[in-house]
């Protein structure tokens, strides 16, 4: 305070401090609109011709049930669900809305979907340009969007696993019980509901240890999850998610169900298809060649990191957990009883490797020198691998194997290799590296995104995706839609005509589920009277029981139609090999040329042709179900 006078005060003057304001960081970043589009072509590869192929046995196994049970029908019983959790969420969909394919398929689209938004909070722990190009291949991964597709619990399992492993993470990180937030309550409610999801529980569940046993230090996790807190919210959220908010007790009796379809994945069971190795092998290099090439770099990239600790950017135990996932994945996929649903366990820790290896590429590419140099090597050698698919297109197409193709496919190749080595001794070893790393891997992801496309988006009886060993035909749909139409015309209503089905032992769930909108349908194990007359309708498994049909009171007329298809890619390997005819007087390449020719025409031709184009050499075979209609006065 300024005194001026004796006795008299003024008002003290405080000068203005200027702050600067503190800029605000926008919302909407590169990042965030990247995420963005990459949510928007994740959903746009699962949403697309989602109905295109009919449901397949598992899919109408886990959906007939809750249909049942949703709409109050009665209806004999096919085989019992093996998911709580999906069950329960069925049964809720079909009681708020139409049964159909879409209903079946959305859920498991929509989990799918929504793991790109889990993948978000890993960009902090394991670097943001890993986890960019580990959304960008979770977004277009062949089986990540086929499980995305398929009316089953393997991706809510995924979902729900990966869920369990960010909240872990995000728990581990936090500074004190405060930092945590609502990560733990994530995490109670993520773990019940993962165990109660399905089969693949038991498959995730050992890589959820195994993320806590290499990852996370016990003092962050051990007094958590012994809180009552988290044992109720676990709890609760097991027994919710397992009954329907206890509406459905009986769900409950599908965990020993999971737990068996489960041990069948070791061991297969009586009457299960087996895969054999060849199809794993198959599906790995169709499918899954950039993971294949940049997943083992990633890992090995990973170690060398772990060996200078002062170097490295990844969590300690991350190599230790990928490195074990992978070999439980390698296991479960070894085992007699391998299926398409134990891909995911080999798969998903090779996604996180090669995003790795990829993200590396990334951050070490130069992007202000040798633009010049860079843009000549990559264009010259982006002209030779378009011309090397040209003469490999030119090799497949042709009817004997044209040794001539076969030496100029060498010799581009080989053309390739020379001009990058040159690249690396004359100018710049480092650079050369990432640019030839660049272009493959641009190449593989061009080859991962035709796969995923042909396996999911293109259904076409002549070229088959050998995913599955048995898929529905289409002609089911036919079936059900000439039945409701007949019944239509004869008794004024879709739904209302008797019908006769007959079945093996049990009704076959891929019938019952097309033909649930006919009320008097009736499941026999031959077909015959009913009360002293003879159905108007009556769908045989073949065509050999046309004398029993028509030892019937009146006429009937039958029309066939396809069930199911059955292929896989081991009928390649399966055709015997003719020996050539050739002469003693022959020389030793022209012996050679016959024996390549005799492969080539009996084997290997068809096999290329199926792993570029997906062509088959004959339409699978089928078996199918007859329809036979009573006439009316003589007239069909």
Known sequence: MLITNIGEATETVTPEVLVAPTPQRAWLTVERLLYGLLLLVAAGVRLVALTLQPLNTLEVTNAWQAWLVATAHQGPATTSPNSPLLYSLYTLSFWASDAGDVTVRLLPAICGIALLF?????????????????????AVDPWLVAYSRLGDSVMLTLLLGMLVLTALQRISRAPDTQGQGAWP??????????????PQFWSFGVVVLLFVWCCIPAERWLPLVRQPNFLIWFAGAAIAGGTGWLLHPEALGALSTGLTTWLHQLIPGDGLVTYPLS?????????????????????????????????????????????????????LNLAPGRSPL????????????????????????????????????????????????????????????????????????????????????WLDGRQARVTAGALLAVYLLLWTISSSWQLNVRFDLAYPDG???????????????????LSAQRHGDAGEMPLQVQMVETPDPVLAWYL??????TWVLAPGMAEGQSPPAIITLSAADQESVQGLSSAYLGS????????????????????????????LWTRLEARLNARWTTRTQNLLRWMIYRKAPAIPPSDGVVLWVATVDGQE
């Open 560 to 587: 066939r139609y396809l069930l199911r298809d059955h292929w896989l890619p081991e009928s390649f390997f399966a055709v015997d090999i003719t020996p050539p005819v050739v002469n003693a007087d022959d020389g």
């Open 118 to 138: 889990v993948l978000w909070y890993w960009r902090d722990w394991l670097g943001r340009s890993t986890m960019l190009v580990v959304a960008l291949l979770v």
């Open 342 to 425: 134990t891909l995911m366990m080999l798969g998903l820790p090779l996604l996180l490797a090669a995003g790795h290896a990829l993200g590396q590429l990334l951050e070490t590419w130069q992007y202000d020198i040798a633009w010049r140099e860079n843009g000549v090597l990559m264009l010259v050698v982006a002209v030779l691998f378009l011309a090397f698919c040209f003469w490999l297109a030119a090799l497949v197409s042709s009817a004997l194997f044209d040794a001539a193709l076969a030496r100029t496919l060498v010799v581009i190749l080989a053309l390739m290799l020379a001009i990058i080595l040159a690249y690396t001794l």
């Open 516 to 521: 649930r909108p006919m009320r008097n349908l």
């Open 185 to 198: 309550t994530v995490l109670a409610i993520s773990a019940g509901l993962l165990l109660v999801s399905g």
């Open 467 to 485: 995913f599955f060993a048995t898929y529905t035909n289409p002609d089911v749909r036919q079936l059900a839609a000439d039945v409701q139409s």
């Open 279 to 331: 199809w794993l092998l198959l599906r790995l290099i169709v499918d899954q060649p950039l993971l294949l090439c940049f997943g083992v770099v990633g890992l090995w990239l990973l170690w060398r990191a772990a060996a200078a600790p002062a170097m490295a950017t990844q969590p300690a135990g991350w190599p230790t957990f990928l490195t074990v996932w992978l070999m439980w994945g390698i296991f």
